[in-house]
């Protein structure tokens, strides 16, 4: 035997233990990342609430029992804020139906045209009254999103109208009418649609909805006139961040790859955009706007977009006025009616600076309740048991149970007043 055979012979025990203990190591590893990264050790809990003890507070957190009850997000990634929210991104929802709806058109003052889907309820409500719920979607969202069209459906069988504003210009098959889409903050449309549902069910009170941009519309249009608050019985916002001026700093950090859904959510404004090219620029306007259209085609983040394009559809001299004009923050401390802010902490889009605003705003005001869970991520709050997600979401039913309660306080309000009682005794004794 030679000598190099001899050395084979003596080292080649010891190979199989050595790559076991590689792969144990690289075993190890990877199920760190998965922990990490889906933050399975993360407990699950009851939402952190602000607000003030009033009765009608204590009355709607014990009838929204979801509220104040645990939220169990699926097992294996539902504590993912991610996760969460790539599959709402990508999916919306899980078997999502599909509500039938009209859609409306209303002509606007300069020349746009509005477009809403309006929902009759499929049942009775449990108070007997003619509710409508006015939602306000997301950034470039529309009534036929998964998400919305899942809320609308549960909405509607819980005896609820449902009134859904499309974004102006998020509808591939709707032409626009003028030089001008939605923008972060423009309230017109919704206050369009609002004065639409008022005029047709003189008898109709209403809940107001938002989610995320949409959130930031309607707590704006709510606060820009007092009178925008009539026959509105309360309102929710889901997954807003308040304030662009201050988070627009916060989208240029890559911690929680804020960075990276920046990109993605440029990236598809910038498709908005380029698919209406030809309604906001116009042939003769083109020339004119070359330079903005080129740094679009470059743009990788809103603030790029904002300022080159978005700010100028409202004649906005700079990029500082645009934002702080647009955000709900300036308005929101106007809001006297019912008011239920919602976010999670592990939202990706929203940094936890943001929070101080509802949180602050909830501790100061007896009509705001301020709700954070631990999980969710934005606008995604699946529930499930460990792999596949149910087909409703915690926010679906938290909305509705909400909604719900405030409707049966004010049903029990009206004989109060009749007897002469206060609104809270009266309530808290049929409690």
Same mark, same amino acid.
């Given at each position: 035997?030679?000598?190099?055979?001899?050395?084979?012979?003596?080292?080649?025990?010891?190979?199989?233990?050595?790559?076991?203990?590689?792969?144990?190591?690289?075993?190890?590893?990877?199920? &760190?990342?998965?922990?990490?990264?889906?933050?399975?050790?993360?407990?699950?809990?009851?939402?952190?609430?602000?607000?003030?003890?009033?009765?009608?507070?204590? #009355?709607?957190?014990?009838?929204?029992?979801?509220?104040?009850?645990?939220?169990?997000?699926?097992?294996?990634?539902?504590?993912?804020?991610?996760?969460?929210?790539?599959?709402?991104?990508?999916?919306?929802?899980?078997?999502?139906?599909?509500?039938?709806?009209?859609?409306? &058109?209303?002509?606007?003052?300069?020349?746009?045209?509005?477009?809403?889907?309006?929902?009759?309820?499929?049942?009775?409500?449990?108070?007997?009254?003619?509710?409508?719920?006015?939602?306000?979607?997301?950034?470039?969202?529309?009534?036929?999103?998964?998400?919305?069209?899942? #809320?609308?459906?549960?909405?509607?069988?819980?005896?609820?109208?449902?009134?859904?504003?499309? !974004?102006? $210009?998020?509808?591939?098959?709707?032409?626009?009418?003028?030089?001008?889409?939605?923008?972060? =903050?423009?309230?017109?449309?919704?206050?369009?649609?609002?004065?639409?549902?008022?005029?047709?069910?003189?008898?109709?009170?209403?809940?107001?909805?938002?989610?995320?941009?949409?959130?930031?519309?309607?707590?704006?249009?709510?606060?820009?006139?007092?009178?925008?608050?009539?026959?509105?019985?309360?309102?929710?916002?889901?997954?807003? $961040?308040?304030?662009?001026?201050?988070?627009?700093?916060? @989208?240029?950090?890559?911690?929680? @790859?804020?960075?990276?859904?920046?990109?993605?959510?440029?990236?598809?404004?910038?498709?908005?955009?380029?698919?209406?090219?030809?309604?906001? #620029? =116009? +042939?003769?306007?083109?020339?004119?706007? +070359?330079?903005?259209?080129?740094?679009?085609?470059?743009?990788?983040?809103?603030?790029?977009?904002?300022?080159?394009?978005?700010?100028?559809?409202?004649?906005?001299?700079?990029?500082?006025?645009? &934002?702080?004009? +647009?955000?709900?923050?300036?308005?929101? !401390?106007?809001?006297?009616?019912?008011?239920?802010?919602?976010?999670?902490?592990?939202?990706?889009?929203?940094?936890?600076?943001?929070?101080?605003?509802?949180?602050?705003?909830?501790?100061?005001?007896?009509?705001?309740?301020?709700?954070?869970?631990?999980?969710?991520? !934005?606008?995604?709050?699946?529930?499930?048991?460990?792999?596949?997600?149910?087909?409703?979401?915690?926010?679906?039913?938290?909305?509705?149970?909400?909604?719900?309660?405030?409707?049966?306080?004010?049903?029990?309000?009206?004989?109060?007043?009749?007897?002469?009682?206060? =609104?809270?005794?009266?309530?808290?004794?049929?409690?």
């Amino acid at each position: 035997m030679s000598a190099h055979e001899s050395d084979l012979h003596t080292i080649s025990p010891e190979m199989p233990a050595m790559f076991d203990g590689v792969k144990l190591a690289a075993v190890a590893t990877v199920l &760190y990342i998965i922990v990490r990264c889906l933050n399975l050790k993360s407990s699950t809990a009851a939402p952190d609430l602000t607000y003030q003890d009033t009765a009608l507070n204590r #009355f709607l957190l014990k009838s929204c029992s979801q509220l104040s009850k645990e939220y169990i997000p699926p097992l294996l990634w539902g504590k993912s804020g991610h996760l969460q929210t790539a599959l709402y991104g990508k999916l919306g929802r899980v078997s999502s139906p599909h509500p039938c709806g009209i859609r409306k &058109y209303l002509p606007m003052q300069d020349g746009a045209t509005a477009t809403f889907d309006l929902f009759e309820p499929l049942g009775d409500h449990q108070t007997g009254d003619d509710i409508t719920m006015v939602i306000c979607p997301g950034i470039g969202n529309h009534s036929e999103k998964h998400y919305i069209r899942t #809320f609308v459906d549960y909405a509607q069988k819980d005896g609820y109208r449902c009134a859904v504003l499309n !974004h102006l $210009g998020a509808l591939p098959n709707i032409e626009l009418t003028s030089p001008r889409m939605f923008t972060y =903050g423009c309230t017109w449309e919704f206050a369009a649609m609002v004065g639409y549902i008022k005029r047709a069910y003189p008898q109709t009170q209403l809940i107001v909805v938002g989610f995320s941009l949409g959130g930031n519309i309607v707590c704006k249009f709510l606060g820009e006139n007092r009178v925008n608050q009539e026959r509105v019985l309360c309102c929710v916002s889901v997954c807003q $961040g308040y304030s662009a001026l201050r988070a627009q700093e916060t @989208f240029l950090q890559w911690d929680q @790859f804020r960075r990276f859904y920046n990109f993605l959510m440029a990236d598809n404004m910038k498709k908005i955009i380029l698919s209406h090219r030809h309604s906001l #620029f =116009g +042939e003769s306007l083109l020339k004119k706007f +070359e330079a903005d259209l080129n740094r679009l085609y470059i743009a990788t983040s809103l603030t790029q977009i904002d300022d080159n394009i978005m700010r100028k559809f409202h004649g906005y001299s700079s990029l500082k006025e645009y &934002y702080e004009k +647009e955000s709900c923050v300036h308005y929101i !401390h106007n809001v006297d009616v019912p008011l239920l802010l919602v976010n999670a902490a592990d939202d990706p889009l929203v940094h936890d600076s943001l929070l101080a605003i509802p949180r602050t705003l909830a501790a100061k005001k007896p009509n705001v309740i301020f709700a954070l869970t631990l999980h969710g991520g !934005h606008l995604g709050f699946f529930e499930g048991d460990v792999l596949f997600p149910q087909p409703l979401t915690w926010m679906d039913k938290v909305i509705v149970g909400y909604a719900n309660a405030m409707c049966q306080w004010e049903k029990q309000k009206a004989p109060c007043q009749a007897t002469h009682l206060t =609104g809270s005794s009266c309530v808290e004794a049929k409690g």
